[in-house]
């Protein structure tokens, strides 16, 4: 039988990379308020949990932090492509590291977005929903 | 020139106590939603409670901390959970990672450093009778704050 590959859906299965418990929580929500209905929310402390999770969970988005123990969040994002269900995903960071050479590295491996904490749910919004095919 | 001199100077130059105040306000303003207020030092004395460090390595080599007594740290986990009763691992995380995003914001400010400046992922030390100490042997800049009254108290603490 084949995977089931990523496509765009209504509900929007999310998996929010973060090794912060509390930030976890705070992406989910700024999620909700950014008008994401969330079917199902998987969450991981660091890069390698995450490419677990993603073995048993097919997911619509992925958002990420960068400084992680373990597995960092560029090195996930880097990976993320030998995990076929994964395959098309948008990848959004979510991250304190702001420079300019995180932003190229982060997009160039693969991520769609880039959030730099503190972030608003405004600013959530504006990057997640177009990736979601929903208008701002 | 001397380290403390240097640093004074770098410090002064680079404007980094209005720097460091804005890169504060913004994190407790947006992740927060709460405004905290500059007190002088000594006016408010922390006793005990949660210590989050940030080490900072290449362009800036040191530490940052965030230190608050238990009842405070409490009420920014609550504040950041969205008024969610806290855990004492909620409560430890959400110091640790407002510290994390003190240093981050603090640096992305500072042109030029954010980019030669890497942060460690957030340690937290808590408790009742505990003194902490830097062994960074260079000079610090601290803030005092009041979050609804009660201290925070955030230091840059830079080897020379």
Not at chain 1, 97 to 105: A, D, T
Not at chain 2, 149 to 158: N, S
């Amino acid at each position: 039988m084949a995977a089931e590959r990523w496509e765009p859906m209504d509900k929007t299965r999310a998996l929010i990379v973060d090794d912060s418990s509390v930030m976890r929580k705070i992406v989910e929500r700024s999620l909700r308020q950014a008008g994401v209905e969330l079917e199902k929310v998987t969450e991981a402390s660091n890069g390698a949990e995450a490419l677990v999770a993603l073995q048993s969970n097919v997911v619509d988005l992925i958002l990420c932090d960068i400084n992680m123990p373990v597995m960092d969040g560029l090195e996930f994002v880097r990976q993320i492509g030998t995990v076929e269900t994964a395959k098309g995903v948008p990848i959004v960071m979510i991250t304190t590291e702001g420079s300019e050479s995180h932003v190229v590295q982060a997009l160039s491996a693969g991520a769609r977005g880039y959030i730099r904490k503190p972030f608003t749910p405004d600013q959530v919004k504006e990057h997640v929903l177009p990736l979601l095919g929903k208008k701002v | 020139m001397s380290a403390d001199t240097a640093f004074a100077r770098r410090a002064h130059e680079e404007k980094w106590r209005p720097t460091l105040k804005l890169a504060i306000e913004e994190v407790f303003e947006i992740m927060l939603g709460r405004q905290v207020e500059p007190r002088e030092q000594g006016e408010l004395k922390v006793k005990g409670g949660f210590t989050a460090m940030v080490g900072l390595a290449g362009a800036l080599c040191g530490v940052f901390t965030v230190c608050c007594e238990a009842e405070t740290a409490r009420r920014m986990a609550c504040c950041m959970l969205g008024d969610v009763a806290a855990s004492e691992d909620h409560v430890a995380d959400a110091v640790g990672e407002i510290c994390n995003m003190i240093a981050g914001n603090f640096k992305n400010k500072l042109a030029g450093t954010d980019e030669r400046c890497m942060l460690s992922v957030p340690s937290v030390v808590s408790g009742g009778d505990y003194n902490f100490r830097s062994m960074a042997d260079g000079d610090s800049i601290a803030m005092v704050l009041a979050l609804e009254g009660a201290p925070v108290i955030v230091r840059l603490q830079l080897h020379s």
